[in-house]
């Protein structure tokens, strides 16, 4: 059975898609931007947080991704992401009542449920518990429409953890049919064992010379692996970036 996972997008507007526009960042992946040489999937990978770069692993593992945009419906992650991009995406409203969005959506939608035919799945890496997606998609997929059971209940950085296990592991995991007026509900399962969180290793992101002391934290960001590979052994990076400044209430004098 032919799997296309729709994953949906990250925030293009946050302190992340700032990094990209300063020109003075040292950072990779802002150099990349820059250079022109950063794809949709690499963009929105380092502007999420792991609930994202879950998504893209497990997609790439299991199936075709194709990622949910907010004015150019349906794309692949390999779209060359630039400048007037980054600008459109950051003003796009991801809404069912926003016209632009719906019809591009919709458009890419028809052409894709055409495309895998009764037998394909289209699996939806996102929210089902609002109409964003799911009001759209659900009248042109039907029942090929599905979604993961164990998502249910979960906060979106335990669905990228476990996403990024089963990525690793390769078992893939259940799916169930979406249902029109039905939207998925559950009680909070069990946190993710820690013995099995995904390895890290140094990588290369740096912002220009380290910060001294303890004015740095680490942030994790995934670079995945071939689609179907056997073996695939994603690498997470860590990144230094400054820590935000804590402005302090004054103490009252008595």
């Known amino acids: 059975m032919a799997t296309v996972f729709l994953l949906s997008p990250a925030h293009s507007g946050g302190r992340r898609a700032a990094i990209l526009l300063n020109t003075k960042s040292d950072a990779v992946s802002a150099r990349e931007f820059r250079s022109g040489a950063m794809s949709l999937g690499r963009a929105f990978a380092f502007m999420s947080g792991l609930y994202f770069r879950g998504k893209l692993a497990y997609a790439e593992r299991f199936g075709d991704p194709l990622i949910i945009t907010p004015t150019r419906g349906l794309q692949p992650p390999s779209l060359p992401f630039n400048l007037r991009l980054l600008k459109e995406f950051s003003v796009g409203d991801v809404s069912v009542d926003n016209a632009e969005y719906r019809r591009a959506l919709e458009k890419d939608a028809r052409a894709l449920a055409k495309r895998i035919g009764s037998s394909g799945q289209v699996v939806l890496l996102g929210s089902v518990a609002s109409g964003k997606y799911v009001d759209i ?49 559950g009680s909070k399962p069990p946190k993710l064992d820690p013995a099995t969180r995904v390895p890290v290793s140094l990588g290369h992101e740096s912002h220009g010379d380290r910060p001294r002391g303890s004015h740095a934290v680490v942030e994790p960001t995934l670079r995945a692996g071939a689609a179907g590979a056997k073996g ?19 103490r009252s004098q008595s």
């Open 137 to 185: 998609l659900l009248p042109i997929f039907g029942d090929r429409l599905r979604y993961p059971v164990s998502f249910v209940g979960r906060g979106d950085m335990s669905r990228g953890g476990l996403l990024l296990r089963s990525a690793v592991s390769g078992e893939e995991l259940e799916y169930q049919t979406l249902t029109a007026g039905v939207r998925p509900r």
């Open 232 to 250: 695939l052994s994603p690498v997470v990076d860590l990144r230094l970036r400054p820590r935000p400044r804590v402005h302090r209430r004054p």
